[in-house]
């Protein structure tokens, strides 16, 4: 099915209008996610207190959801942005 | 002011003891273990062994190895414990008092009972002693017989198919964990372990370790073959740490018996993590988990009720997500015994709770790289396992934890088919309004 917006588009939409969210009881604490984010945020972190990455640094890359062997991060659009422009 | 010691400082003593420090800033908190490195990510030493993480990368809350809990950390082995008068013998450390006791202990991995058990090369991956042991003698290893069927085992071996070592794979049973999985599931984790180059060897135990001057050179197997390796790593399963507490008289089973307050049959006793059996009230059975969340959170309402602010354990379903031979695997609330293999170790990375099962139906979905097995009732969910593909699985887990109504869609969920993902999305998006 074809569509107006390619995925492309849509991923990078996507990218800029959420951020990472864990799922904290998944998480064993291993800090790949910290060790594998270009900027240092500290993910783990955020992980053990159940806080979405809201970092303003965060470039919302998914390299720390990529790298994660437990499956704990995904996106989560919040719609911020396109709230602001409105 | 009260003082508060935690024996162990895995993921259950070390939750105990924030959350004490949260609650009275000013008590004295001692965390006592005779592991010298005290808190670290246990799980994650799989991946400190594939090289994906650096040792120091295992150590979350520590700032120049040191951490801001302001409590203080003995090295030291509990080695008596009297309930009557509030005390601990520690070795080195002699006698010391508590007002209230925790005891986070945790599982050890079971020994090997064949001869050659002892043998310069029989490892484990239990701690971050054993994970440094396996790494100093990595180079001189080429080929390693891995033995057991659940989560240790097969961290043992990726971590050493990673380190480019020629891995074979004891399995006694049918098919790899098949106390947890059916033969299809396991089919698609044993398919890319093969991939990976592991021999995998089916109906297969070891009878005896063969070594030379104190090293391993081989093992010979139940049906009488031998296997010629340098290494030999164990994960048969694991055993909760029960002996001082059963030395002090407290009631113990498979482990510590505790109430939902976590306290033991002493009163200023209490038990959290793989070493407690915590009684569910809904169910009346007393069960243990090995899984890293339900002990953090043990921790957690052990040290409110040590506080004297009493909180049940609040019961969610148990889940472990996972990746098995490279296959991403979700095993979320009652899926049954696959099984009965005998009497085996609790294996580590599991939960007693996933094997409670009422009457229920199975219901499986294969697509070839992913695998959907829900297990339902009339009305709910109780459980899921899903290989591979995981765009589901956290609303799976949603809806077996709220234990919403599935009676509108539980026909469709018993002839699944490729809608099936579509099925569950659009539920969990209508009942989550």
């Known amino acids: ?86 | 002011m009260s003082r508060y010691t935690i024996i162990g400082t895995g993921v259950a003593g070390f939750s105990a003891a924030q959350t004490l420090r949260g609650l009275e800033p000013k008590a004295e908190i001692k965390l006592i273990s005779d592991d010298p490195h005290g808190y670290y990510s246990r799980p994650g030493l799989a991946y400190y062994l594939t090289g994906e993480i650096p040792e120091k990368q295992l150590f979350p809350f520590y700032k120049k190895g040191k951490i801001n809990l302001d409590v203080q950390h003995t090295v030291a082995r509990v080695t008596r414990l009297d309930p009557k008068s509030h005390t601990i013998e520690m070795n080195p450390g002699g006698t010391q008092e508590y007002d209230q006791l925790l005891i986070a202990t945790g599982a050890h991995s079971a020994p090997m009972d064949v001869p050659g058990s002892d043998l310069k090369g029989v490892v484990t991956l239990d701690s971050l002693e054993d994970t440094r042991h396996i790494l100093s003698i990595i180079r001189h290893i080429k080929t390693a017989v891995i033995v057991g069927g659940g989560v240790l085992a097969i961290e043992l071996v990726e971590g050493l198919v990673e380190q480019g070592k020629k891995v074979h794979y004891l399995l006694r049973g049918d098919w790899f964990w098949s106390t947890i999985f059916v033969e299809a599931e396991s089919r698609m984790i044993e398919h890319r372990l093969v991939e990976d180059g592991v021999t995998l060897h089916h109906h297969t135990e070891i009878k005896e370790i063969l070594g030379k001057k104190g090293k391993v050179i081989g093992v010979r197997t139940s049906s009488g073959e031998v296997i010629r390796c340098d290494m030999v790593g164990v994960g048969i399963g694991v055993r909760p740490q029960i002996e001082l507490a059963k030395a002090a008289n407290l009631q113990t089973d498979r482990g510590i018996l505790v109430n939902e307050y976590l306290q033991t049959n002493e009163p200023d006793v209490y038990a959290a993590g793989d070493v407690a059996q915590i009684y569910n009230p809904q169910s009346g059975q007393s069960v243990t988990d090995n899984l890293w969340y339900p002990a953090r959170k043990q921790g957690r309402t052990a040290a409110y009720n040590m506080t004297g602010q009493h909180q049940a354990y609040p019961r969610t379903v148990s889940v472990n997500v996972l990746k098995m031979g490279g296959v991403m695997t979700s095993i979320i609330g009652s899926i049954g015994t696959g099984r009965d293999e005998g009497p085996v170790y609790t294996t580590r990375g599991s939960s007693e709770t996933w094997k409670q099962l009422p009457n229920t139906i199975a219901t499986e979905l294969s697509t070839g790289i992913s695998n959907i097995r829900l297990i339902l009732g009339q009305q709910k969910l109780f459980g899921a396992i899903i290989l591979g593909d995981q765009k589901i699985s956290r609303q799976l887990k949603e809806m077996i934890n709220d234990q919403v109504d599935i009676t509108p869609i539980h026909d469709q969920l018993l002839q699944p088919g490729p809608q099936l993902g579509k099925v569950i999305m659009d539920y969990w998006v209508k009942t989550k309004k």
């Open chain 1, 1 to 86: 099915m074809s569509s107006p917006v390619s995925n492309e588009t849509r991923r990078i939409r996507t990218l800029i209008t959420g951020h990472v969210v864990p799922e904290t009881e998944k998480c064993i604490q291993c800090g790949i996610c910290s060790f594998s984010c270009p900027i240092g945020i500290d993910v783990r972190l955020h992980a053990w207190n159940g806080e979405d990455i809201e970092d303003p640094k965060c470039l919302t890359c998914g390299e720390c959801i990529e790298h994660c062997p437990r499956g704990v991060l995904h996106f989560e659009v919040t719609g911020l942005f396109n709230e602001a422009k409105q």
